[in-house]
């Protein structure tokens, strides 16, 4: 599978744990870029020449295949973004106003990476509601049952991740949607961690926005999905004002377009989306059962030699989805991954955008490893030994 990915050929020597951050690319997507810059340049939705057409034409059709990747209703579901965190800013921003108001809910859960928090947190300061944040799981997951005891007639938005950042655990959405919406609230789900991982079905979920990001998926950076119900993003203004999102302009008064042009402002990341089409056309193909079992027999291997070490704390448990994260006792987390650097391992340490998560966990920061279809069980025995070898160099350092 690494044969696909030609930044391994350039990098033989590294073991690459850190795809929760960002997945390394397939030559597929790589040449998708190329293919884009050298030989279909031009804007979308704005020339009548040829060329113009033709790229605005998969442009849109790129739109119907993330909607199909989904299972959104329609494409015009379907708005690109920078991002999933740009994508939970525009609902938190533009929705959000329109469904919160004084003295109403925004629940969350503990477990949240900062993009799925801060927006809510300023959105509810905004408007007079109450920010509730729903206590965590030990192992530092989110808690359905404590979601469950902190919904409320108030409570107008839950915004949950349906994989978690830090310990991987998959949330059961369908479950708390159908509460959130038995109670009129809506249902936001970060999907960042999980469209690489399962398949995902946002009709199924009865998710109201779903958003994801194209580089954790094998994609590019700097592109992102945002699905919404059709009805709420009729009803939801712009945030982003400028060429393409229009109807018609006057000096006193504007008009938008329609959905989901009217969120899209400027020039848009073009080539991210051409990027895109070859990803998901590399996940679509994929065997997402295999995937699964994959990511299961890497995450039990891992956490098992991980917990022969003595001094191991693990968050999390043995059903995370492609992610261990874990602490050496006495040891900082940044300090064991450079030692882990020096080892050619590459894992993430710090609060993993979730510092809310790290102080009910009552540590600053985590080692985190993460996988992708490319890393394989001589990886994991890798980062199993480096781990003990830093273990044993802090112990003969004190």
């Known amino acids: 599978m690494s044969d696909e990915f030609p930044f391994f ?49 998969t442009y849109e059709a790129v739109r119907a295949q993330a909607a199909h990747f989904i299972n959104a209703p329609a494409a015009d579901q379907i708005v690109f973004t920078r991002s999933t965190t740009d994508g939970l800013n ?34 509810a300061k905004r408007t007079g509601a109450k920010f509730v944040v729903a206590p965590v799981t030990k192992a530092g997951n989110t808690n359905p049952a404590a979601i469950e005891r902190l919904l409320t007639p108030r409570t107008k938005i839950l915004a949950l991740a349906q994989v978690t950042n830090v310990a991987g ?35 199924a979920l009865g998710a109201d926005f779903y958003a994801f990001s194209g580089h954790k998926m094998y994609g590019p950076t700097g592109i992102g999905v945002l699905y919404g119900r059709a009805d709420l993003l009729a009803a939801m203004p712009p945030v982003q004002f400028g060429g393409e999102m229009i109807d018609e302009v006057q000096d006193a008064v504007s008009t938008w377009a ?6 899209e402002a400027g020039t848009p990341n073009i080539a991210g989306v051409f990027g895109l089409k070859a990803a998901l056309d590399y996940v679509s193909h994929l065997n997402m059962a295999n995937v699964s ?15 022969k070490i003595p001094g191991i704390t693990l968050y999390g448990d043995d059903q995370s989805i492609g992610i261990v994260s874990f602490n050496l006792a006495g040891v900082h987390p940044h300090d064991l991954a450079t030692v882990l650097d020096e080892a050619n391992i590459a ?11 790290m102080a009910r966990l009552g540590v600053p920061a ?4 993460s996988f992708g279809v490319y890393n394989t069980p001589q990886d994991v025995e890798a980062l199993i030994a480096a781990v003990d070898e830093g273990r044993q160099f802090f112990h003969e350092s004190d």
């Not at 329609?258 to 969120?263: E, G, I, S």
């Open 9 to 57: 050929k350039q990098h033989p020597e590294l073991t690459y744990l850190d795809s929760a951050a960002t997945s390394q690319k397939p030559q597929a997507v790589i040449d998708a870029l190329t293919a884009y810059y050298t030989d279909e340049n031009a804007n979308v939705h704005r020339g009548l020449y040829k060329l113009a057409y033709n790229t605005t034409e």
């Open 258 to 263: 329609a959905v989901p042009l009217k969120f």
């Open 366 to 369: 985590t080692v985190r490893a």
């Open 90 to 123: 525009l609902v938190a921003s533009s929705f959000g106003p329109l469904a919160v108001h004084e003295g109403d809910e925004i629940l969350v859960s503990g477990a949240e990476h900062h993009s799925n928090f801060i927006p809510w947190q300023q959105l």
């Open 293 to 307: 079992a994959h990511d299961h027999a890497l995450v039990q291997q891992l956490r098992a030699g991980l917990a």
């Open 347 to 357: 894992v993430r340490a710090g609060h993993h955008c979730a510092q809310p998560l």
């Open 169 to 203: 655990g998959a949330v059961a959405i369908r479950p708390l949607a159908d509460l959130v919406h038995a109670r009129g609230g809506y249902m936001v789900v970060d999907g960042a961690q999980a469209v690489a991982h399962m398949k995902v079905d946002v009709q």
